[in-house]
Structure formats: structure tokens, C-alpha cells
């Protein structure tokens, strides 16, 4: 195998893996290779999380979580994989780390950061007797990495934790650092290849993959769920499920299909097993934003898009995709046109 592989190659098998190929698995042997030659540190940290991000990365299977923690990545960090623990491991696995390796590492942060109360809905340990805030961690070790990586849409967007009425004041990372680099890695969880893949690149070119206005980066984010689902023919057809287990498209029992940008439904979770849709069930959209600030399981509200036309929020959200505008607005306008989405039969009845 060569020893250096071009950010093209990089690009395009992130890309291509989702369908041939574990991207871990095939990145390793480069991620190794970067490793002995000095990988930059990695710290992990957790505010406001479920941890639901740290178990995806931890059940990558090609390679295994030990050959990514052995051999490829620096994890200085992480309050679930570690021995050590409480306030020394703090002092001396993040601000010593950090101080010594100032703008040349990198942080990832899982989970929103609380900021209400003046940070004390989040402590996570003591310096000199006082508390440290999560919020001042953040900021402390974050405003001396190279980059930020906020895996997951809590630490990417704010995610559930800062819901309304958002009692705790949670905030995303790129709300609290600013100045440095952030990478937004979204999803609920994320899968372990966008994680691993993003580290991958940071690790073999010393910077940040190509992002979406967003902040997402391009090579997992770039698609969305509509344009490779399995149930796009129904969509086509205008067959739409009523109830699950039907049939159909989902798009009336809420799916988000049209809005969500990633390449969940190539790549596939648990090793290319399964995924949302896949298993019976309608795509959340969670690496939007927006997520969960919407019904889960109801179809969207109307919007107008043209005279004489409307669309669900879904639909408006394709437009807005960035490269796919073009298309993606032809197809809309015209299934609507041909009423295949658009207002439902009972609701036009009731306008009149």
C-alpha cells in the first residue's frame, strides 16, 4: 500500500466506502503510518450527552476500538475509556497537554455546553478547592487546539439539551469557542466512520476536511437521505404509507428524508447492517440544526414555494441543500404540479 494518500484519494473513498468498503478500516494503515510519524494529541470531552456519541465511536468494528486507540490516535482524554480519573486526571490530561501542545492539537467535545446558572448545571471536577465549569473547560482547552471536532448534534447545534424552554442554557461548542476551527459532526448519534474518517483527515493532512455552511464536512454530508432511499420509488410514484408497516413512502408519518444531509442511507449503521428507514422506521433528521425542534412522526406543515404551489418544511429544506438546488427544485415543483405532494385532499376540501 503507498505510504501517502492524496486528498483526493481521501475524498473520494470516503465517498465510495459507504458502499464498497469499511472506511476505518481502509483509512487504518495511513492513520497508523501518521501516528509513528507524531500524531497531534486528541483530548475528548463530555458536557450535556447522553454518551451516545462515545458508544458509536467505541463500536467501530474495521478496525477495532483498540487499534484505534493503540495505534492510530493520540487519545490523551476520554472520562469513559481512561484509568484515571477526577481532578488530576483533569490537571494533567487537559490543561498540562494542552499548555504543552498549544495549537497543535486537537479537541472534541460530545454534548452541549450549559452556560445558564453561570455554569454550574455542568461540573466536572475542582481546581484549588472550586469547581470547574464545563463551560470554562471548553473555552480554557478549546481556545488553544488547532481545531475543534463537536461530534454529534448536541455539541454540533445544541441538540435536545437546549430544547425549548432550554432551562439550562445549553449552547453549541462553536457558540462558546471562538477564533479556532470548528468541525461540526452531527447525528444522533454520528456514525463511527464520520468520526473516525474526520480524525483521519485532521490526523494524515495536519487540518480540517472541506465544510457546508453549516460546518459538516462534505465528504459524510453532502447527500441527503431522499436522493438514495430505498422508499424513493414510492415517493416517485406518489404512494405514500399511512400507517407503519405499510408500504410506501414515509414522508406522511414525518420522515425528514427531504432535509436530512448524510450518507446514512449508503453507509449504513452497524457495520452496514441496517439503518433508520431500513428497519421500518422514518428518518429524523438528525444532523439538521433544527433537530428535534419538530414533530417527530407528523407530516410537516405547508409553505408556499411558488404562486399557486406549496410544500411541506421537508421540501423547502431540499432547496436549500446548496448543489442540489437546481434539481431538487424541478423535482419539487413538479410532483407538486401533479399532486403527488402537496396539501392532502381533505385539507384542500376544508379551505373552501
Not at 463511527?192 to 490526523?203: E, K, Q, R, S
Not at 424513493?232 to 420522515?255: H, P, S
Request: with cysteine; hydrophobic share 40%; charged share 15%.
Amino acid at each position: 500500500m503507498p505510504s501517502k494518500l492524496s486528498r483526493r484519494d481521501f475524498m473520494r473513498v470516503c465517498a465510495g466506502s459507504a458502499a464498497v468498503v469499511s472506511l476505518s478500516g481502509y483509512l487504518l494503515p495511513y492513520m497508523a503510518e501518521a501516528a509513528e510519524a507524531g500524531a497531534p494529541p486528541v483530548i475528548w470531552l463530555q458536557g450535556a450527552s447522553c454518551t451516545g456519541c462515545s458508544i458509536s465511536f467505541l463500536n467501530t468494528v474495521n478496525p477495532s476500538i483498540q487499534d484505534v486507540l493503540l495505534k492510530t490516535i493520540s487519545l490523551k482524554y476520554h472520562p469513559n475509556v481512561m484509568a484515571a480519573a477526577g481532578d488530576l486526571a483533569i490537571q494533567d490530561a487537559c490543561y498540562k497537554i494542552a499548555a504543552e501542545n498549544k495549537g497543535k492539537f486537537f479537541l472534541v467535545v460530545e454534548g452541549s455546553v450549559p452556560t445558564g446558572a453561570g455554569g454550574k448545571f455542568c461540573m466536572v471536577g475542582e481546581q484549588n478547592e472550586q469547581p470547574i465549569m464545563f463551560d470554562k473547560l471548553v473555552k480554557d482547552i478549546g481556545s488553544q487546539a488547532q481545531a475543534i471536532l463537536s461530534v454529534g448534534t448536541c455539541s454540533a447545534y445544541g441538540g435536545v439539551p437546549a430544547t425549548s424552554p432550554n432551562p439550562t442554557g445549553c449552547k453549541a461548542v462553536s457558540e462558546i469557542v471562538k477564533n479556532v476551527p470548528v468541525v461540526n459532526i452531527p447525528g444522533c448519534p454520528p456514525h463511527p466512520d464520520w468520526m473516525i474518517g474526520t480524525l483521519a483527515h485532521v490526523l494524515l493532512y495536519k487540518d480540517i476536511p472541506e465544510l457546508d455552511s453549516f460546518g459538516r464536512p462534505k465528504m459524510f454530508f453532502n447527500t441527503i437521505i431522499h436522493d438514495n432511499c430505498p422508499r424513493r420509488q414510492y415517493f416517485d410514484n406518489a404512494i405514500f404509507a399511512k400507517t407503519f408497516g405499510e408500504m410506501g413512502c414515509m414522508l406522511e408519518l414525518g420522515c425528514k428524508g427531504p432535509i436530512a444531509h448524510c450518507d446514512a442511507a449508503s453507509r449504513q449503521f452497524n457495520n452496514g447492517v441496517n439503518w433508520c428507514v431500513k428497519c421500518g422506521g422514518v428518518c429524523i433528521g438528525c444532523t439538521e440544526p433544527e433537530f428535534p425542534a419538530w414533530p417527530m412522526y407528523e407530516r410537516m406543515p405547508e409553505m408556499p414555494i411558488a404562486p399557486a404551489i406549496t410544500a411541506t418544511v421537508d421540501q423547502i429544506g431540499m432547496v436549500l441543500g446548496g448543489a442540489t438546488v437546481l434539481g431538487i427544485g424541478g423535482h419539487l415543483a413538479g410532483n407538486v404540479m401533479t399532486g403527488r405532494i402537496g396539501p392532502h385532499k381533505d385539507e384542500k376540501e376544508g379551505d373552501d
